[in-house]
T-cell receptor, first 113, second 114 residues
Framework: EPEVTQTPSHQVTQMGQEVILRCVPI?????FYWYRQILGQKVEFLVS????????KSEIFDDQFSVERPDGSNFTLKIRSTKLEDSAMYFC???????????FGQGTRLTVV | AQTVTQSQPEMSVQEAETVTLSCTYD???????LFWYKQPPSRQMILVIR??????QNATENRFSVNFQKAAKSFSLKISDSQLGDAAMYFC???????????FGKGITLSVRP
């Protein structure tokens, strides 16, 4: 069964460093998303991406964040200068149609020290 | 703005029994989807069941079923014959209208007693 794949599963980084979280969405999907979940809290939307551009972004997704689809398979989230409060589980998701269910990757646990 | 409310933070069920998890939502849209996602200790988000708002029939997936009350904006999940592997956090989620994002509730932690 096709699945969304994320790497790495866990990343530890120093405050102020740049990190890139990688995702391979399901191959025939067209809509891509990043969500995050701070430990013990709800899942929060960051950004949606379609047709090589951002469709929607939340207030969390400020200038420190960017997304890219560098080739036909990868979808990345970059955090330019990490802060302690960026520590969270980051989920990539994809869907095949507009406004239907999203299928999630296993997540990347980001720890900023 | 759409909101999803899960007011019960925790529930417990005896193995083989039935449990119902509650969810309410608020929207002005007429066309939308509702979902239940399961998050086990591994923290992966697993889709359990989906419901299209235009369908009157409640969705069912094996031991999982929903009670969708559109007028009351209620969307509860019933788990029958509970198993130890059902122990997890369960999130109710909504998507609809012009939004491209899922809106999640705060989640409920379900424990299953052997």
């Amino acid at each position: 069964e096709p699945e969304v794949t994320q790497t790495p599963s866990h990343q530890v980084t120093q405050m102020g460093q740049e990190v890139i979280l990688r995702c391979v969405p399901i191959s025939n999907h067209l809509y891509f998303y990043w969500y995050r979940q701070i430990l013990g809290q709800k899942v929060e939307f960051l950004v949606s991406f379609y047709n090589n551009e951002i469709s929607e972004k939340s207030e969390i997704f400020d200038d420190q964040f960017s997304v890219e689809r560098p080739d036909g398979s990868n979808f990345t989230l970059k955090i330019r200068s990490t802060k302690l409060e960026d520590s969270a589980m980051y989920f990539c998701a994809s869907s095949g149609q507009w406004n239907t269910e999203a299928f999630f990757g296993q997540g990347t646990r980001l720890t900023v020290v | 703005a759409q909101t999803v409310t899960q007011s019960q933070p925790e529930m417990s069920v005896q193995e083989a029994e039935t449990v119902t998890l509650s969810c309410t939502y608020d929207t002005s849209e007429s066309d939308y989807y509702l979902f239940w996602y399961k998050q086990p200790p591994s923290r992966q988000m697993i889709l359990v069941i989906r419901q299209e708002a235009y369908k009157q029939q409640n969705a069912t997936e094996n031991r999982f079923s929903v009670n969708f009350q559109k007028a009351a904006k209620s969307f509860s999940l019933k788990i029958s014959d509970s198993q130890l592997g059902d122990a997890a956090m369960y999130f109710c989620a909504y998507i609809g209208g012009a939004n491209s994002k899922l809106t999640f509730g705060k989640g409920i932690t379900l424990s299953v007693r052997p």
